[in-house]
T-cell receptor, first 114, second 107 residues
């Protein structure tokens, strides 16, 4: 069983479209995250949710809206997609004591905006 | 200034070599530190945690210097399979990643 699963794995879409990426974890973790890895490979946090509550919202355009229906799911919706949104988006989860165990990542969603 | 800074490399070393990566972090409130490994087009995976006293896991040794806000990773007897990007991580409130150091081990 995959611990943190994201869908889709690849997403190619046109500028201006709205798209969603889904993430689910079956580890019983309390906290989930979205990270963006751009073409320069820099991995940057976007959002963090703890038990469905938004904890961290970095400087991300408000076209990006996370939604957490329950603590096992954290979806990312992106409105009015732009070329600069092309990147790999990673979902991750952690236990409350993430300081000891770190994060577990999903396999990523490669988004290409054309 | 980035919160976590790493030498991006690339490091190209022969099999069997010893290689060291360094990393500095800017947030003195950081409590935990890790090294992650990321293979091409894959997700980051935890390599090892970094403890204050330094720790070793097989061929890998991690060290932390809180006074200098500095973390290091030493890989001994490099294998071809060690080729990857190594990401340094500091955790003040959430995980902040360095940009990664690319390692290629050649036969």
């Amino acid at each position: 069983d995959t611990a943190v699963s994201q869908t889709p794995k690849y997403l190619v879409t046109q500028m201006g479209n709205d798209k969603s990426i889904k993430c689910e974890q079956n580890l019983g973790h309390d906290t989930m995250y979205w990270y963006k890895q751009d073409s320069k490979k820099f991995l940057k946090i976007m959002f963090s949710y703890n038990n469905k509550e938004l904890i961290i919202n970095e400087t991300v355009p408000n076209r990006f809206s996370p939604k957490s229906p329950d603590k096992a799911h954290l979806n990312l919706h992106i409105n009015s997609l732009e070329l600069g949104d092309s990147a790999v988006y990673f979902c991750a989860s952690s236990r409350r004591d993430s300081a000891l165990w770190g994060y577990t990542f999903g396999s990523g969603t490669r988004l290409t905006v054309v | 200034r980035k919160e976590v800074e790493q030498d991006p490399g690339p490091f190209n070393v022969p099999e069997g070599a010893t290689v060291a990566f360094n990393c500095t972090y800017s947030n003195s409130a950081s409590q935990s530190f890790f090294w992650y490994r990321q293979d091409c087009r894959k997700e980051p995976k935890l390599l090892m945690s970094v403890y204050s006293s330094g720790n070793e896991d097989g061929r890998f040794t991690a060290q932390l210097n809180r006074a200098s806000q500095y973390i290091s990773l030493l890989i001994r007897d490099s294998k071809l399979s060690d080729s990857a990007t190594y990401l340094c991580v500091a955790l003040p409130r959430d995980m902040r990643f360095g940009a990664g150091t690319r390692l290629t081990v050649k036969p």
